[in-house]
């Protein structure tokens, strides 16, 4: 059973950069997708990034161009660099992982395709 926990949120102004932390203990498929969601209040929880083995990385058009995804296989850590944050940004960011390649159907930004989910960093950008 994997353990995910996420770290990094915080409180920024517009403009303004964070990094989020994904570290995913007990989890051995490294090679298979892991991505970042949110969910704002009031809102649906919503794909924001993914990645596997094949490099690839998947982003949801909103953040395209600014947020960065990437992993670093040995320390079984997931990040999320997230640059030029806007007020719609603000949201509680999940780290999930997956039994599968990001590849396939239903397609990566489902939230059905992650099978371990973390606890949430909230991120709060101000104008």
């Known amino acids: 059973q994997a353990h995910v926990v996420e770290s990094g949120g915080g409180s920024v102004q517009a403009g303004g950069s964070l990094r989020l932390s994904c570290v995913a203990s007990?989890?051995?498929?490294?090679?298979?997708?892991m991505g970042w969601f949110r969910q704002a209040p009031g809102k649906e929880r919503e794909a924001v990034a993914a990645i596997d083995s094949d490099a690839i990385r998947r982003y949801a058009e909103s953040v395209k161009g600014r947020f960065t995804i990437s992993k670093d296989n040995a320390k079984n850590t997931l990040y999320l660099q997230m640059n030029t944050l806007k007020p719609d940004d603000s949201a509680m960011y999940y780290c999930?992982?997956?039994?599968?390649?990001?590849?396939?159907?239903?397609?990566?930004?489902?939230?059905?395709?992650?099978?371990?989910w973390g606890q949430g960093t909230q991120v709060t950008v101000s104008s």
């Open positions: 007990g989890y051995t498929y490294s090679r298979y997708c």
């Open positions: 999930a992982a997956s039994l599968r390649y990001c590849s396939g159907v239903p397609p990566w930004d489902r939230a059905v395709v992650f099978r371990y």
